[in-house]
């Protein structure tokens, strides 16, 4: 069983940065992804990063493309998800997901194991 625990949201202006933290307990394997996802009242779940465990490439949503790096730390068994130039259309809550089979690792759908989110908030 996989365990995740988000953290770092908070308020910001407009233009600001933040740093999401993604703690995840349990045993990990290399062909897994990890995602943050972002939920508003349109959208559900919004692809917005995700990063293989073993090699740490990197895949990101145009909308976010360029302002927000994903990483992983193994020995810490975290993924972060640093923020900047944050925007108002960026408010939502965010969450790390699990995918232990990624094949369409932008469907939130696929995943397995959720944390159980953070609130950011861009004020303008």
């Known amino acids: 069983q996989v365990q995740l625990v988000e953290s770092g949201g908070g308020l910001v202006e407009a233009g600001g940065s933040l740093r999401l933290s993604c703690a995840i307990s349990?045993?990990?394997?290399?062909?897994?992804?990890m995602g943050w996802f972002r939920r508003t009242p349109e959208k559900e779940r919004e692809f917005i990063a995700a990063?293989?465990?073993?090699?740490?490439?990197?895949l990101y949503a145009n909308s976010v493309k360029g302002r927000f790096t994903i990483s992983r730390d193994n020995a810490e068994n975290t993924v972060s998800l640093q923020m900047n130039s944050l925007q108002p259309n960026d408010t939502a809550d965010y969450f790390c997901?699990?995918?232990?089979?990624?094949?369409?690792?932008?469907?939130?759908?696929?995943?397995?194991?959720w944390g159980q989110g953070t609130q950011v908030t861009v004020s303008s």
């Open positions: 997901g699990v995918d232990r089979r990624p094949w369409h690792y932008y469907e939130y759908s696929e995943y397995d194991f």
């Open positions: 349990g045993t990990l394997f290399g062909s897994w992804v």
């Open positions: 990063i293989k465990w073993n090699d740490a490439s990197t």
